[in-house]
């Protein structure tokens, strides 16, 4: 009687859920099995695995079914069998485009390592585009310079602007054709002492590795070197006085207190004072516009 | 007369001999059996008890075949097509009919068309016995399609009979499978779980269940024995065009412009990948120009030099898959848009043997072109099962019947039945002896047929329309082609 009510239910289910009874039946089953067994603690950590991913707090999500690992086909006729669980999207591409691959030289193997000189051996050309660069703005500013004056009202601004964006752009190119110089002349210095070392090792006289303090006084001397060589002493004399007077604006500017007034008859002193305070000269200033010089 | 030891009474046989064996013994009987059942024959003397058993222990011998699975039938060969065979033609639909498919009693014929209405036909005497109309969807839910609705609210275009002759499956662009009682002619159930038109259904050879493939990509199961859905099968790229199902749970599609035909193995829930879309070749000779008025040199000259010139190499490359039909458990043919039909075996994942441009060429004169000339579709396949006999459509004109190599590494045309129209699908039904005699149309002096013919009589069912099942990429007007079914009965070669 039971059986009958319960056959009489059953066949009331539709086809599908009972197949997924049956499915979770027969796992449920199996992981029965593992935690009967005794003496196996790694079949129930395996049983644990299998169960599938658990929630953070714990708790076990509902455990997939175990994918069925389709046997890899023994001869290659053999047509390719696949899983037929695995929904197909709508999305076909129709033609096949390239994906555009971005490389960066810089982190390439192939580009190799970065070696300075041959850098600058190969792209040398870069610092002469540069100066015919700035030539030509030199060039361009000049004559939206002419422009600009010789301009009516409503074009005026529109030229100023110009006239400011091409200011800028000059001062940039200027920038970059020092910099190449001084690179240059850097280069130079740092090459030549690098040949002296590798003479004194075939002459047999013991060699140095140059400091950082002595690489810094070798690159100092061979910047003034240059200017020397392009304005003579002259232009050296005053490059040198340009710096210390900056150096110590520079100093002046740090000061936390003003200074005291050293002569305190001298009104004229004293108005110097009043403008620009001072601290105690310890005659540090003047020590290292000594060692400069 | 029976071979067992009981009923024999070993004193009163005359050739007993006292040290034989039961093996000795049977063989003894069993000659004995043989002469007496020939000469009974001869002389009229035939217990019909006999008759009974030789047919019930045929039938038995042919399930055990079928059951394992394998061609077993070789009776192509054994049909008479000399003459044009009795035909049926049913009128009755508006538009193309998408498909036909008769019981396997050979009583009922159902065909459906592209209007939406199912119509009902007695096989025997080729009357209609009922129309199952197209619905109007309820105002207010014209795309949304009524899901109460008991009946289809638009096109048809597959139709299924189970094995037992209980339940019609019908489905269509109104994306349901419409169940409907055979014997009541009402509707069942309607199971609505496909995203788009569903395009083939295939009942499971001797059961209920029943398999519908659709333009969504997905082929789904469904049991009518307890009247639900058992799962879905994915995996074809494209839209699934054609179905077929034979004894095992099994299930063979073909999905269209993705140019695969895939083969289920629902237990396993795998499937195996068969790659179509292969190019034919066919080199062409077309006729030289005028040779008269010149020399015998002169001739053989201008003939090679027109034959290196106008010899063509056309090729054609199958496009998509369009129709399928299995032959047995592991044999199955495809057919495609390039008017190839290609015979599969599922241990090789080429083709054992493609029969390119089975139904010639589709020729359209273009005043800039010239001749264009296109292989026709092969647009239905049907296969009488486990035999070596199958027949392919287009819309040529003529349903071909082909026969299957006996080694099953070819196949080869064995005739044609006249049919003009776009033929949207085929049929193959093997009715038992005795019902054939009941089709009033399909009597013959070739239906006569000795007692010891093995070989029955069998229907082929093919739906005919004006355009194709699915669209309307070639339409065939004039000529005699009309809306219908139609139903030929092949009759084997009589004994002479």
């Known amino acids: 009687m039971l059986t009958h009510f319960i056959r009489a239910g059953l066949s009331s289910l539709p086809f599908g859920a009972l197949r997924k009874a049956q499915r979770q039946l027969t796992r449920a089953g199996a992981d029965d099995n593992d935690s009967r067994d005794e003496d196996s603690d790694a079949a129930s950590h395996d049983a644990d695995l299998d169960r599938g991913p658990s929630n953070a707090k714990g708790k076990e999500v509902e455990a997939r079914p175990s994918r069925k690992q389709i046997a890899h086909r023994q001869n290659k006729h ?188 001298s009104s004229r002193s004293q108005e110097q004072s009043s403008k620009r305070p001072r601290t105690t000269d310890d005659g540090y200033a003047q020590r290292k516009r000594q060692k400069a010089a | 007369m029976d071979l067992r030891a009981e009923d024999v009474d070993p004193n009163e046989s005359g050739e007993e001999d006292e040290d034989e064996t039961p093996a000795e013994k049977r063989l003894r009987l069993a000659k004995l059996y043989l002469e007496s059942v020939k000469e009974g024959l001869a002389e009229g003397e035939f217990d019909a008890a006999e008759i009974d058993k030789e047919l019930i222990s045929a039938r038995l011998k042919q399930d055990v075949l079928e059951h394992a699975g394998k061609l077993h039938l070789f009776i192509a ?103 409907w009682d055979v014997e009541s002619g009402a509707w069942v159930k309607a199971f609505s779980g496909h995203r788009d038109t569903i395009s083939a259904l295939a009942f499971r050879k001797g059961s209920q269940q029943l398999y519908s493939a659709s333009l969504d990509r997905t082929v789904k199961l469904f049991d009518l024995s307890v009247m639900g859905y058992v799962e879905t099968l994915f995996g074809h790229q494209d839209s699934v065009l054609a179905l077929d199902a034979l004894r095992s749970e099994t299930a063979v599609s073909v999905g269209g412009r993705d140019k695969t035909v895939r083969f289920w193995k629902i237990v396993d829930e795998t499937q195996l990948v068969f790659r179509g879309g292969g190019r034919s070749s066919v080199r062409e000779l077309l006729e030289g120009g005028a040779l008269e008025g010149l020399d015998e040199e002169e001739k053989e000259e201008k003939e090679e030099k027109e034959r290196k010139e106008r010899k063509e190499q056309k090729r054609f490359v199958e496009g998509s898959l369009e129709c399928v039909a299995m032959i047995d458990e592991t044999t199955f043919l495809s057919g495609g848009d390039s008017g190839s039909i290609c015979l599969w075996q599922t241990h090789k994942k080429k083709p054992i043997f493609t029969q390119a441009i089975a139904h010639g060429f589709n020729e359209v004169h273009s005043e800039t072109e010239g001749l264009i000339r296109t292989p026709r579709w092969i647009t239905a396949l049907g296969s009488l099962r486990y035999s070596d006999l199958f027949a392919s459509g287009s819309y040529s004109g003529d349903i071909k019947l082909w026969k299957v190599d006996p080694k099953i590494r070819s196949f080869s045309q064995v005739g044609t039945v006249g049919a003009p129209g776009v033929i949207n699908s085929l049929q193959f039904i093997s009715p038992p002896k005795g019902s054939l005699d009941d089709l009033t149309w399909a009597q013959d002096e070739r239906s006569v047929k000795t007692p010891t013919s093995k070989v029955t009589s069998v229907l082929l069912v093919a739906g005919v329309g004006q355009e194709m099942r699915l669209g309307r990429w070639v339409t065939v007007k004039g000529d005699g082609t009309r809306n219908g079914a139609l139903v030929v009965a092949l009759h084997p070669r009589g004994l002479h």
């Open chain 2, 77 to 179: 060969d054994s049909f008479d097509l000399s003459q044009a065979p009795p035909t049926l033609r049913t009128r009755g639909h508006r538009f193309s009919v998408t498909s036909a498919v008769a019981s396997e009693d050979g009583r009922h014929l159902f065909t459906s068309g592209k209007e939406g209405s199912i119509v009902h036909w007695d096989l025997r005497t080729g009357a209609r016995l009922a129309t199952f109309p197209k619905l109007r969807p309820p105002k207010g839910k014209q795309k949304a399609g009524a899901p109460d609705a008991a009946g289809h609210t638009d096109a048809v275009f597959a139709l299924a009979l189970s094995g037992d002759g209980r339940y019609l499956a019908s489905a269509g662009k109104d994306r349901r499978v419409g169940v």
């Open chain 1, 78 to 265: 053999a047509p390719t069998e696949m899983s037929s669980k695995r929904p197909v999207s709508r999305h076909r591409t129709v033609v096949e485009v390239e994906k555009r691959v971005l490389r960066d030289p810089r982190f390439l193997a192939l580009a190799g390592e970065f070696d300075a000189q041959r850098f600058r051996k190969q792209y040398g050309f870069i610092a002469d585009l540069h100066q015919d660069e700035l030539k030509t703005l030199r060039e361009n500013l000049k004559r939206a310079k002419k422009l600009l004056a010789s301009s009516p009202r409503e074009t005026r601004e529109e030229r100023q602007r110009e006239v400011t964006r091409l200011e800028l752009t000059v001062k940039r190119a200027e920038s970059s054709v020092n910099r190449d110089k001084r690179e240059k002349v850097e280069q130079d210095a740092l090459s030549r002492a690098s040949k002296e070392e590798r003479e004194k090792r075939q002459t047999g006289k013991g060699q140095f590795w140059l400091k950082d303090s002595e690489k810094k006084k070798l690159l100092l001397k061979a910047r003034y070197e240059a200017v020397a060589a392009e304005g003579g002493k002259g232009a050296v004399k005053k490059a040198i006085e340009k710096k210390q007077k900056k150096l110590s604006q520079k100093e002046t500017k740090s000061r936390p207190f003003p200074r005291a007034p050293r002569d305190a008859s």
